[in-house]
């Protein structure tokens, strides 16, 4: 079992290589950051959440830039996003922000992808709501052709390109793990097609997750494997392969001792492995 934090690492919270180097002195094995490029001042989506948007939506900082920072102060710890919006990024400069990230930090990235929840975002993107699971699905697609050929080219119904040169490639081969977030029938229709990893929230039931896990093994994908984002410590007697904490975007001090309590905590569910 392995532990991380997931978070919103922002302008008003702890640094990120502050941030990585104090999970990796008290044994965590993974950092996972939120992405948003923007919030609109007009908003009509609903948030999740209840309520207001929180202070934190407002204010991420860029997660690939932020996760290089946090790698200059780590060795081992594992760098992902939870999630990257995908339908709303360019696919060219993505390949290339991912795969340099990934040979820059020695081979850490975990690449965590979801269709994304708020529709004004999307529009100042261009991307038609309603058609941001197919536009995903594409983008995946085409992100490992470009990272795997010499002269990449994808023609589909979103996304057409012909042969392109991009380097550098990914450290990992045949290219950084794929996690894809969300409980839908879309959601795992994706995981089962072009995912590496399942990032399902901390609300999913024990017994959905298991479910899920022997639906993929039916699918011929038993090698799918289970990061659990936003649990409580209990939740890692579910038969996942890690777990990830929620990380409060806290100023320095805080942060430090939020830590403190948070690795106490995990000490008696046994070593991450």
């Not at 983008?139 to 050929?149: C, D, M, N, Q, S």
């Not at 936003?230 to 001090?253: C, H, I, K, S």
Request: glycine fraction near 10%; include cysteine; hydrophobic fraction near 40%.
């Amino acid at each position: 079992m392995k532990f991380g934090v997931n978070t919103f690492v922002t302008d008003e919270s702890i640094r990120p290589d502050v941030l990585g180097r104090a999970l990796e002195e008290r044994g965590f094995e993974a950092l996972l950051v939120t992405e948003h490029s923007h919030i609109p001042v007009q908003r009509e989506t609903p948030w999740s959440g209840g309520g207001e948007l929180p202070r934190e939506y407002y204010r991420t900082h860029d997660p690939f830039v932020a996760l290089a920072i946090a790698s200059t102060t780590t060795t081992a710890l594992t760098l992902g996003t939870a999630v990257a919006l995908l339908a709303q990024r360019d696919v060219f400069q993505t390949a290339k922000e991912v795969a340099t990230l990934d040979v820059l930090s020695g081979g850490r990235v975990l690449f965590g992808v979801g269709a994304g929840w708020n529709r004004e975002e999307m529009r100042n993107h261009g991307v038609d709501p309603g058609r941001r699971g197919a536009l995903l699905n594409e983008k995946i697609a085409a992100l490992k052709a470009i990272w795997t050929g010499d002269e990449a080219e994808f023609h589909g119904e979103h996304v057409d390109f012909d042969p392109v040169f991009s380097w550098p490639k990914p450290l990992q081969r045949p290219h950084p793990p794929i996690a894809v977030g969300g409980e839908s029938p879309a959601a795992l229709a994706r995981l089962a097609r072009h995912g590496d990893e399942w990032l399902p929230r901390a609300k999913t039931p024990v017994a959905e997750l298991r479910r899920v896990a022997s639906w993929l093994a039916e699918q011929g994908r038993a090698d799918v494997r289970t990061t659990l984002c936003g649990a409580a410590p209990e939740y890692a007697e579910a038969g996942v392969d890690r777990v990830t904490f929620t990380l409060p975007p806290l100023p320095e001090a805080e942060t430090l001792r939020f830590l403190d309590k948070l690795a106490t905590r995990v000490e008696g569910l046994g070593p991450g492995s």
